[in-house]
């Protein structure tokens, strides 16, 4: 890889300046109270010192796309007969994501497995994908809500990135993590930086230790799946919640979608939407039937799937980035670590009570 | 005794004739309590009360029908209980209320303005005029009037207006009357600014509709208008025009029934202030019709009754 390069903090305005002349660079910006990533605007401020309420996800997985046009063209010969003519839409854009946080990155690796896999390839995921570049901020100091180092992951990690920056006292160590990311790196505006390199990595190192022990959220897989038929745990567990899609709007690792058909008379648009597990329309059948009705099997759904059916089809890797999103956004604080560390001590009734 | 000790001994002996209490126990960390369902007397041990216990339990309470449902209540929370009294949504007989006299509670909206980052807040003391945090390894004082939710401000009911039992003295009135000056101070803006301003706001919106979960007195719930997949009224789209018009039914279908709890604002993750919209028709309601919504559970919300003629619209004059 290349050298490692250092941003003078005086000059990072000017070096977006000059990369969202050539792309699409998506920054986090505050908006009313929330920090939300947008399309940077030379000369705007990017809130840089504090992780986005809203995850980089829409970048690459907008939160409705539109899969395809259509018109139907009635047959003037024959008014009874409709065809209908079809135009796909897949119009990515070259875009940089600017200043997410390493989880925030990272998310999309738990994206790839399932659209970029060896039996599907999603083509409007993977020519976004390709047209996205990451260049991400480490983090130094860590929220109470965050638990990356729990899930494989460290606030210095790069993984899924292209660039990692590390905030120093004066600019930004800049180091290119891909070929992608070293692309980026021709700008006069950044200075040499091998030492500030070295400097960052012990930081890195530092905000890992600030972080504890990690939890061992492995044993998860089995004893989730054990527990798929104790609707009492899940109804406990579940009591609180509001059934609302906070947590997994929110979340950079959350992929289901829902697929409609937007008309307006003679023409429409075939729509690709973030769906979410958990709204009662989730898994909402044609006949009214409903296999996940309440609250609890949804919850259910959706900690099972990120610590257990998704690590189950994918060596052991945990669906989740441990950002902390669906924690400290929910507005009634569940916490996924603390239902995951609930099943994983959870006894089952002794083998003697459970036969009767 | 503190209200506290008070309220743990009357819900231990309630417990056993309940199913469930709800109230509130500390939550993943210092800065965030979180709903409790006491269930055991064990339970009950970890109820707090107090400036952090900001959730209206009464949320809850269309969700748990069949139960018999034990409710810890601030005085907007009893609010909730009342109206949802007043539609016939709750069997009063099924709940029993345990109230006590609420001195406000924060908005961490506005701690986040006082102190910045609050993800890293380690500790909290909190006294009934200020709150002692620990961020980053030192001290912040914060004076509570600072971080107060602006409903508790302009609070004319801090004890539950309904209760079957009461811990402590009731306490006096926030304010005396709401005379909605923030309405009007935004009314008094020209409509392009407005609209702009309601644009701007909800290009950030997530279409999650925590607001409308939140919300005690939303009750269609899995039926809403806003999901129905047939017939499909909203589209799935990620637009401005999407959202805005949920955000319009959420408050039409509240006016009159929104008993400002601020809990649709509170839940919503990237901070819209959508509790702007509710109170504009509570004042609409209350000039044309002089109602309160979750005041007296005899009255009937106006604009689920009808009079042939009303008595502040002049129907027959025109
Ligand atoms: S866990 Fe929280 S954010 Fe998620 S649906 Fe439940 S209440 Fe909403
Ligand atoms: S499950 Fe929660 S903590 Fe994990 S990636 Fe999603 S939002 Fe973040
Ligand atoms: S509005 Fe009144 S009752 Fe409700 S939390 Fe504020 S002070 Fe308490
Ligand atoms: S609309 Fe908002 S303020 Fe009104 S009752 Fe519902 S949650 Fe409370
Ligand atoms: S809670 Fe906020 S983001 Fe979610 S739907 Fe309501 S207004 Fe939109």
Redesign the interface.
């Known amino acids: 890889m290349a050298e490692a390069k250092f941003i003078a903090n005086d000059k990072l305005t000017a070096w977006l300046d000059e990369l969202s002349a050539t792309m699409r660079v998506l920054a986090p910006a505050r908006q009313g109270d929330a920090v939300v990533f947008a399309p940077y605007v030379a000369g705007q401020n990017v809130e840089l010192g504090q992780e986005a309420t809203a995850p980089p996800k829409s970048a690459v997985f907008p939160a409705s796309e539109d899969l395809l046009r259509y018109d139907y063209r009635k047959n003037p010969e024959d008014l009874g007969q409709v065809d209908v003519e079809l135009f796909p839409t897949i119009t990515p854009e070259p875009t940089l994501v600017f200043g997410s946080r390493p989880c925030g990155a990272r998310g999309f690796l738990i994206f790839d497995r399932v659209y970029d896999g060896a039996k599907y390839k999603d083509p409007y995921y993977l020519a976004r994908r390709e047209a996205t570049v990451f260049a991400t901020i480490a983090c130094l100091q860590t929220e109470n809500a965050c638990f990356c180092h729990s899930v494989g992951s460290a606030p210095g990690d790069a993984t899924g990135s292209d660039l990692l920056l590390t905030p120093l006292d004066d600019g930004y160590a800049v180091e290119a993590v891909s070929k992608k990311g070293e692309a980026l790196l021709g700008s006069s505006l950044l200075a040499a930086g091998k030492k500030k390199a070295a400097q960052a990595k012990k930081l890195r190192e530092q905000a890992l230790k600030d972080m504890g022990e990690p939890q061992d959220f492995g044993p998860a897989k089995d004893k989730l799946l054990a527990l798929f038929d104790d609707m009492g745990f899940w109804e406990d567990v579940s009591a609180k919640c509001i059934s609302c899609g906070a947590c997994t709007y929110l979340c950079p690792t959350c992929y289901c979608f829902n697929i409609t058909d937007e008309n307006a008379g003679l023409t429409g648009r075939r729509v690709r939407s973030w769906d979410n597990c958990m709204s009662f329309q989730f898994t909402l059948e044609a006949s009214g039937h409903n296999p996940r009705p309440t609250k609890a099997h949804r919850l259910k759904n959706r900690v099972g799937h990120k610590f257990s059916y998704y690590p189950a089809l994918h060596e052991g890797i945990i669906a989740c980035c441990g950002c902390g999103r669906c924690i400290k956004s929910c507005p009634v604080s569940v916490d996924i670590r603390e239902i995951v560390t609930k099943a994983m001590a959870h006894e089952p009734p002794a083998v003697e009570e459970a036969a009767k | 005794m503190t209200i506290l000790t008070q309220l743990k001994e009357q819900i231990t002996a309630q417990l056993p004739k309940l199913d ?1 209490v709800i109230g509130w126990e500390r ?3 210092a800065l ?6 006491m269930r055991s007397v064990e339970d009950v041990e970890r109820l707090q009360i107090g400036p952090l216990a900001v ?1 209206n339990t009464a ?2 309470l269309t969700g748990l029908k069949n139960k018999k449902v034990g409710l810890v209540v601030k005085g907007c929370d009893s609010r909730a209980v009342i109206q949802l009294q007043q539609e016939g949504l709750i069997n009063r007989e099924n709940v029993v209320v345990f109230g006590f006299p609420c001195d406000g509670v924060v908005d961490l ?1 506005k701690l ?1 303005h006082h102190i ?2 609050i ?4 500790e909290v003391k909190a006294s009934s005029s200020e709150l002692q945090l620990t961020l ?1 390894g030192q001290e912040q004082q914060v004076t509570l009037a600072d971080v107060l939710a602006d409903k508790c401000t302009r609070c004319r009911f801090p004890n539950a207006l309904v209760h079957d039992h009461f811990a402590g003295a009731p306490r006096e009135a926030h304010a005396a009357s709401d005379d909605y000056a923030d309405v009007q101070a935004f009314e008094s803006q020209p409509l392009e600014a407005r609209f702009e301003h309601w644009k ?2 909800m ?2 919106c ?5 607001c ?3 919300c005690p007195m939303c009750v269609c ?2 039926h809403c208008v806003a ?1 129905s ?1 047939d017939p ?1 009224w909203v ?5 401005v025009r999407e959202k805005w018009l949920f955000q319009v039914i959420h408050a039409m279908h509240l006016a009159g029934r929104c008993v400002e709890c601020g ?1 649709c604002q ?2 919503c ?5 959508i509790l702007a919209l509710k109170r504009k028709l509570n004042k609409e309601i209350k000039e044309v019709f002089n109602h309160d919504a979750g005041v007296d559970p005899n009255a009937i919300p106006p604009l689920l009754s009808f009079q042939v003629e009303e008595e502040n619209i002049n129907e027959r004059g025109w």
């Not at chain 2, 993800?119 to 380690?122: A, D």
């Not at chain 2, 993750?269 to 202030?273: C, H, L, N």
């Open positions: 469930m939550g993943y960390d965030h309590a979180t709903p409790l369902f959730h949320t809850y909206t986040r910045g980052d993800g890293r807040v380690k980053d701007q706001e290009s950030r997530i279409r999650c509709y925590a409308r979960n939140a719930r899995d999901q997949r499909h589209t799935q789209e990620d637009a809990e509170r839940a993750p990237v901070d819209i202030p």
